[in-house]
């Protein structure tokens, strides 16, 4: 693949994958649309650590949207870093045990209808957010919240589920404040993030050969292109949902969604 052409994909990749991290539509599911449109295979271990340095980029928005809180942790009282602690559990245990299982099946030829059927799970968690945050009234964050956020998040391994929506939902269901569980759901992506990154540098470390060629010129150009994306699109995806906190108005990203889904089972049938 010429190297420019290899580098706009990416570009484009990590675009996406900014927008959909933090906007509660599935960064994972899109990705995966997206690649096999781009036509490139899901399975490969060069893929896997392209999402993952991606998700690397997502991060660094995180960190400048979010610095004033993530500093905040560290002061006292640390409850609320016991619970960003206890809430990331579920995920790494889930991701750990499945996450690779989970990707294979995913990767499949039917990978497409689970993707489906993933966001319209998504959707009807939206629309019950947005019903929850009207009907109930609301309580400061705790430990009810946050553990139902982590078991959520944990769920959201799955390409498809939100893991801003879901979890935001949850925290939402459970009882807490549209605006502090959304800020909880951003900060829960900072350790989630940085294990899953550690993991694949890791694995790059100790078996080389699982990237296949992804040592090249045009693959490490591509890469950065696509980091710096994922970076700066996911900047502005953060501004537009911290903006949405307040209002918890998702019906028209659950109303995306189910046309999405639509979508994918249409392409199903079309693919089998």
Same mark, same amino acid.
Not at 3 to 10: A, F, G, P, Q, S
Not at 11 to 34: D, K, R
């Given at each position: 693949?010429?190297? *420019?052409?290899? =580098?706009?994909?990416?570009?484009?990749?990590?675009?996406?994958?900014?927008?959909?991290?933090?906007?509660?539509?599935?960064?994972?599911?899109?990705?995966? &649309?997206? @690649?096999?449109?781009?036509?490139?295979?899901?399975?490969?271990?060069?893929? #896997?650590?392209?999402?993952?340095?991606?998700?690397?980029? %997502?991060? =660094?928005?995180?960190?400048?949207?979010?610095?004033?809180?993530?500093?905040?942790?560290?002061?006292?009282?640390?409850?609320?870093?016991?619970?960003?602690?206890? /809430? #990331?559990?579920?995920?790494?245990?889930?991701?750990?045990?499945? +996450?690779?299982?989970?990707?294979?099946? $995913?990767?499949?030829?039917?990978?497409?209808?689970?993707?489906?059927?993933?966001?319209?799970?998504?959707? *009807?968690?939206?629309?019950?957010?947005?019903?929850?945050? %009207?009907?109930?009234?609301?309580?400061?964050?705790?430990?009810?919240?946050?553990?139902?956020?982590?078991?959520? @998040?944990?769920?959201?391994?799955?390409?498809?589920?939100?893991?801003?929506?879901?979890?935001?939902?949850?925290?939402? =269901?459970?009882? +807490?404040?549209?605006?502090?569980? !959304? %800020? $909880?759901?951003?900060?829960?992506?900072?350790?989630?993030?940085?294990?899953?990154?550690?993991?694949? =540098? &890791?694995?790059?470390?100790?078996?080389?050969?699982?990237?296949?060629?992804?040592?090249?010129? /045009?693959?490490?150009?591509?890469?950065?292109?696509?980091?710096?994306?994922? /970076?700066? !699109?996911?900047?502005?995806?953060?501004?537009?949902?911290?903006?949405?906190?307040?209002?918890?108005?998702?019906?028209?990203? /659950?109303?995306?969604?189910?046309?999405?889904?639509?979508?994918?089972?249409?392409?199903?049938?079309?693919?089998?």
């Amino acid at each position: 693949m010429p190297i *420019v052409e290899h =580098i706009l994909k990416c570009i484009l990749l990590g675009t996406v994958q900014g927008l959909t991290e933090f906007l509660p539509v599935s960064s994972s599911g899109h990705l995966a &649309l997206l @690649q096999r449109a781009l036509g490139y295979s899901l399975d490969g271990g060069s893929m #896997t650590f392209l999402s993952i340095m991606l998700h690397f980029g %997502t991060l =660094i928005a995180v960190v400048i949207v979010f610095r004033r809180e993530i500093l905040a942790l560290f002061h006292r009282p640390w409850k609320p870093l016991a619970m960003l602690a206890v /809430a #990331t559990v579920p995920a790494g245990v889930v991701g750990l045990l499945f +996450g690779s299982r989970v990707d294979a099946l $995913f990767a499949g030829e039917n990978g497409v209808g689970y993707i489906a059927l993933a966001f319209g799970v998504t959707a *009807v968690l939206l629309l019950v957010c947005e019903l929850a945050a %009207t009907k109930r009234r609301r309580v400061p964050l705790g430990w009810r919240q946050t553990a139902a956020m982590g078991l959520m @998040q944990a769920v959201a391994i799955v390409p498809g589920i939100s893991r801003s929506g879901s979890t935001i939902a949850a925290g939402v =269901i459970a009882g +807490g404040r549209v605006e502090e569980v !959304s %800020t $909880f759901s951003f900060l829960m992506s900072v350790p989630v993030i940085l294990g899953s990154v550690a993991l694949g =540098i &890791l694995g790059a470390v100790r078996e080389p050969s699982v990237l296949g060629d992804a040592g090249g010129i /045009a693959d490490i150009a591509g890469m950065l292109a696509g980091v710096v994306a994922a /970076a700066v !699109s996911g900047f502005f995806a953060l501004k537009l949902m911290k903006k949405l906190m307040a209002r918890a108005n998702y019906k028209w990203f /659950a109303l995306y969604l189910l046309l999405l889904a639509c979508t994918c089972l249409w392409l199903n049938t079309l693919l089998a």
